[in-house]
């Protein structure tokens, strides 16, 4: 039984920048990637970033030379540093467990945690 927190998120200005946190127990945190999603109103959810277990990171294009995603396997942990925020990142974000299936990244379960939001204006 996995447990997802996600923290971090806040409201802020065009501009500005937040670092989420995505703590994970119940599961072999270092066996996984992770995958940051977001899902705005009216909108599908979408993964905006993946770490893998290997450590590469892998950007949605909305998101891309913006944000950063790491994570530290010691600490069961992924992150995500968000700078130059735009109206349009507004969204609630999650994190969950992915898995590579043609050419696309989806989550391993439906094992989601709360999310938490971001809100980006002026």
């Known amino acids: 039984q996995v447990h997802i927190v996600e923290s971090g998120g806040g409201s802020v200005r065009p501009g500005g920048s937040l670092r989420l946190s995505c703590l994970a127990s119940?599961?072999?945190?270092?066996?996984?990637?992770w995958g940051w999603f977001r899902q705005a109103p009216g909108k599908q959810r979408e993964l905006v970033a993946t770490?893998?277990?290997?450590?590469?990171?892998i950007y949605a294009d909305s998101v891309k030379d913006r944000f950063t995603v790491s994570r530290d396997d010691a600490k069961n942990t992924a992150y995500l540093q968000m700078n130059s925020l735009k109206p349009e990142d507004t969204a609630l974000y999650y994190c969950?467990?992915?898995?590579?299936?043609?050419?696309?990244?989806?989550?391993?379960?439906?094992?989601w945690g709360q999310g938490t939001r971001v809100t980006v204006s002026s």
């Open positions: 119940g599961t072999t945190f270092n066996w996984y990637h």
């Open positions: 969950n467990r992915v898995r590579l299936a043609s050419g696309n990244y989806y989550p391993v379960d439906d094992s």
């Open positions: 770490i893998t277990s290997a450590h590469a990171a």
